[in-house]
Structure formats: C-alpha cells, structure tokens
C-alpha cells in the first residue's frame, strides 16, 4: 500500500443506512500507515510555532495526542457534552447523522496562543466549526485545521474556507 488512503476501510451502512463509513482503525493499526498520516499531517506546518493541538473526540485524539508530541505543543480535547470536570464552554452542531454538543475546558487555551486543529475527518464540517467557535471565543490563534479524510460531497472544506480557515487533507473520498 502506497498511500494513506490505501489503509482506509470503507463500510457500507454504518451507523446507519446510506453511510459510506470510512474507517481510519485500519491506517492507525498499520505502523507504516499511521507513521504516514502523521507525517503527512505535519508536512504543512514545518517551522510553524504551535502552542496547542486541538483533537476533536473521539479519532481527533487519536491523531492530536501523536501531532502534538512532534510539534512539542500541549494538547487540549473537544469533547462531547458531559465529560469534563472543570468549568466548561459549550457548542452545539448537527452531523452527517446526528446532533451533539461539545466542550473544552475555558482554562485550556490562553488569549493569542496559536493553535492546530486536528480530526480523523471532514463531513459537513459541523464538528470542526464547533471547535473553531470554541477557540474563538477564547481568544486562540487558530493556524490550520488538519484532517485524514475529506469528502468534498457534504461541503465541509468550503464550510471552514469560509469561516477563513486553512483547511488541509490527506485524502478524499467523493462521489458514493
Ligand atoms: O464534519 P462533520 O459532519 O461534523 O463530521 C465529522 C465528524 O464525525 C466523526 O465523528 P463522530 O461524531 O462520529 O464521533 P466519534 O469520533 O466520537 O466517533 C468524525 O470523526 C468527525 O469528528
Ligand atoms: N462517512 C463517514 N465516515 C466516518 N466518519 C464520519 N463522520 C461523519 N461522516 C462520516
């Protein structure tokens, strides 16, 4: 397999009927694959300052945890609703299939820090405006959003483009 979109499974119908699932649990169990999507990830960024990596829940952790040790920056989970501790923000979004609201904790980012945005993959893009909103209001410096997996048919890129963001993707899937 020479790509990192060779590694990805796709499953038909899952979790519901008419979802084409793409399954990253393949490229992350692959040393070669995993190595090359964080790699990949990184590419743009060389030379770039990070003061934190922001992973969205739950794949975003995933691939964050592993972006953020190579950049030396911290690392700070978006979460689904309810599962931090501390003093939380909040945004709600729609998915591809579903609704959800998710938090950070409101003392894990400080004013001007420049942060990366990190996830498995880019549908509608309603989870990564969620943790966009959520950095911009506490004032980060927001540098790229990076993903595995982009599918251009839900609009997600144009949706972040948009908002002004830099958007990069590894691979895409269209059309089924
Ligand atoms: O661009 P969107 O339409 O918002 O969809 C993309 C999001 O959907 C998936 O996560 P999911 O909500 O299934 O959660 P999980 O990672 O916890 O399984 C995926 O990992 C992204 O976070
Ligand atoms: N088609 C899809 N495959 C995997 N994760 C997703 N999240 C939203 N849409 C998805």
Redesign the pocket.
């Known amino acids: 397999m020479s790509s990192v979109r060779d590694y990805i499974r796709t499953i038909a119908d899952f979790p519901h009927e008419g979802?084409?699932?793409?399954?990253v649990t393949t490229l992350f169990a692959d040393p070669r694959g995993f190595r090359m999507a964080i790699d990949q990830l990184l590419h743009p960024y060389a030379g770039t300052r990070f003061d934190k990596v922001v992973g969205l829940e739950a794949r975003g952790f995933i691939l964050g945890g592993a972006v953020a040790h190579q950049l030396s920056a911290g690392f700070v989970p978006v979460r689904k609703k309810g599962k931090l501790p501390g003093a939380v923000i909040s945004e709600s979004y729609t998915?591809?299939?579903g609704e959800a609201v998710v938090e950070v904790h409101d003392d894990a980012v400080q004013p001007g820090e420049r942060v990366l945005i990190v996830d498995?993959?880019l549908?509608t893009g309603g989870t990564a405006e969620a943790g966009i909103k959520l950095m911009e209001r506490m004032g980060a410096e927001i540098i790229g959003c990076a993903f595995i997996i982009d599918?251009p048919d839900l609009g997600g890129r144009a949706r972040l483009e948009k908002l002004g963001m830099d958007v990069h993707a590894l691979c895409t899937f269209e059309g089924d």
Request: proline share 0%; no cysteine.
């Open positions: 979802i084409m699932f793409r399954d998915l591809e299939y498995d993959l549908a599918l």
